[in-house]
């Protein structure tokens, strides 16, 4: 199969789909690979990486698009890529199609195969291409809510973990899952004071038998979130939903309950946000502040680290990659169940139901399609 790997064009987005390492094991399984040149700079991937494992360096996007049977990336093609796919191009990459309705229907238009890393589910309900970048993104919550804390960003002007004879700051993560228990366990490893809530009690006591003693996991309600906020400087929102837009958990007229300088990082953001006054920003410009709270709603968080981001990311990914190349996308699904629940968009027909319902589209099964 002949495989392309896209610069990412998204604003500040500094990953890429696939590692020298990755795509030497495609190579070697027989398949092309063709990588725009200058993809992985950023990454710390150099072009000549990539050419001594034998990747053919195309010159620019158009180039990679039209020579691939199957695109892998990191991210959603943006409005400048939509024109560049083609029929039947098999695009495996993040979508998060329930947030975005233009995307969605950019897609359906384009006759393409969109396959999902965030909707591929394993039996046990895992989401293995979701897991990895869930784990950077909760780590980072931590680290730059910690940073947004401070006074000069705007912050409570609190130390996270406190010092001698102080208190730590009391953090609240919205979330039990993977995300979320990264965010506590980076919490809890600087000495903050911690509570994690989540509506699943098998989670619950996971969490009790496993979390340290500075983690206090709580049953997630309406009562029991509105009682945390007043005394929280840093919240964090991991909830997950797979596929389908977030519940929006803290709302508006609860930021008056909040200490000035309290700081929201909304990790859930890709799928629309769990904080109601959220709104998507940037690497470059990654806070809004709104009745003096901090709101930190970075929409792609895994690509500042791109290095470590990149590469987690291709350990996850490659082998159904391979599965896909190997097989052909409908064989690969027949033969993969979670595999085929990735696919959320196949020739203009949605076969993912929380994305059809989402935006009122007809939804049909993708087992007829394949």
Request: proline content about 5%; glycine content about 10%.
């Amino acid at each position: 199969m002949k495989i392309g790997v896209p610069k990412e064009i998204k604003p500040h987005e500094a990953r890429v789909g696939v590692t020298p390492a990755g795509a030497l094991s495609l190579i070697q399984a027989g398949h092309e690979v063709s990588v725009q040149k200058g993809a992985g700079l950023l990454s710390g991937f150099t072009d000549e990486a990539y050419k001594q494992v034998g990747c053919t360096m195309e010159n620019n996007i158009l180039e990679v698009y039209k020579s691939s049977e199957m695109i892998i990336k990191v991210k959603e093609p943006i409005e400048k890529e939509y024109k560049l796919i083609q029929r039947n191009q098999l695009l495996f990459t993040y979508f998060h199609f329930a947030s975005s309705k233009k995307l969605t229907e950019a897609m359906i238009e384009s006759n393409s195969i969109c396959l999902a890393y965030e909707t591929v589910e394993d039996e046990e309900g895992k989401l293995p291409l979701l897991i990895p970048m869930s784990e950077v993104a909760g780590r980072m919550a931590t680290q730059e809510g910690a940073k947004y804390l401070g006074k000069p960003q705007g912050g409570f002007g609190i130390l996270l973990g406190g010092v001698t004879g102080v208190n730590p700051a009391n953090v609240m993560v919205i979330g039990g899952g993977i995300a979320g228990t990264e965010a506590a366990l980076m919490a809890a490893g600087l000495g903050a004071n911690v509570t994690i809530f989540d509506t699943n009690l098998d989670r619950l006591r996971y969490l009790e038998s496993t979390m340290p003693a500075n983690v206090t996991p709580i049953f997630s309600n309406p009562f029991t979130l509105e009682d945390q906020i007043r005394r929280s400087h840093l919240i964090i929102g991991t909830v997950l939903i797979p596929g389908s837009k977030t519940p929006k958990l803290i709302r508006k007229e609860m930021l008056s309950k909040m200490m000035p300088g309290t700081v929201l990082v909304d990790v859930a953001i890709d799928q629309g946000g769990c904080f109601e006054t959220s709104e998507p920003t940037t690497h470059e410009k990654p806070i809004l502040i709104k009745e003096g709270i901090i709101h930190y709603a970075v929409t792609n968080m895994p690509g500042a680290v791109p290095n470590t981001s990149t590469t987690a990311l291709t350990n996850a990914t490659l082998n159904y990659a391979m599965q896909l190349a190997n097989k052909g996308w409908k064989k690969a699904c027949r033969d993969n169940l979670s595999l085929a629940r990735g696919l959320n968009i196949i020739n203009g027909k949605v076969v993912y139901k929380e994305v059809a319902e989402a935006f009122n589209f007809e939804f049909i099964q993708f087992k007829s399609l394949i």
